[in-house]
């Protein structure tokens, strides 16, 4: 399943939006490339890595908190509180990078004594910092985006589609 879902994240999230005239065949064939790649990376990784999976156990925590600013944001983000999407994917990427760097080279081969900081916690924090400081900026220097206006538009059209149906009821009584 974790195969299946790395080539939809490819295909969809990033080559379908840059690539807009893409034909179903030709995302089918970019999904199963990806899906090899990916593959051939964790089967590497299985062979050659010393630790291997242990490793990868370890921080299957601190790599799935990376996922939580975005997940949290996507569920209960208002129109006037909603991040652009490369906001969110900043965050995580700096995140992800943070967990990696600070795991593999302060936690697993730095001090023989660390302190107790979770690489987990530490990085959605940094997430979380980047998400908010790069939609600082985004709304700053280009203001609103277009997505957010038609947000508004949409819900301004229910909010008066509600109100004329009720104003026809109460009429009718």
Partial sequence: S????????????????????????????????????????????????????????????????????????????????????????????????????FYFSYLRIGEKNPKPINAGVSGLLINLFVIIVSEAIRRVLFGPSKEDDNIVIIDNQRSNNINSSSNNNNNNK
């Fill in 2 to 101: 974790l195969i299946i879902a790395i080539s939809q994240l490819i295909t969809m999230e990033f080559l379908k939006p840059w690539m807009p005239d893409v034909t179903p065949g030709q995302l089918t064939k970019y999904a199963k490339i990806s899906s090899l790649v990916a593959v051939v990376i964790s089967v590497c990784i299985g062979l050659f890595w010393n630790e291997g999976i242990l490793d990868l156990g370890k921080i299957q925590f601190p790599l799935s908190t990376q996922a939580v600013p975005a997940f949290m944001f996507g569920l209960y983000g208002t129109t006037k509180h909603d991040i652009h999407p490369w906001s969110a994917v900043a965050g995580a990427m700096v995140g992800t990078l943070h967990v990696l760097v």
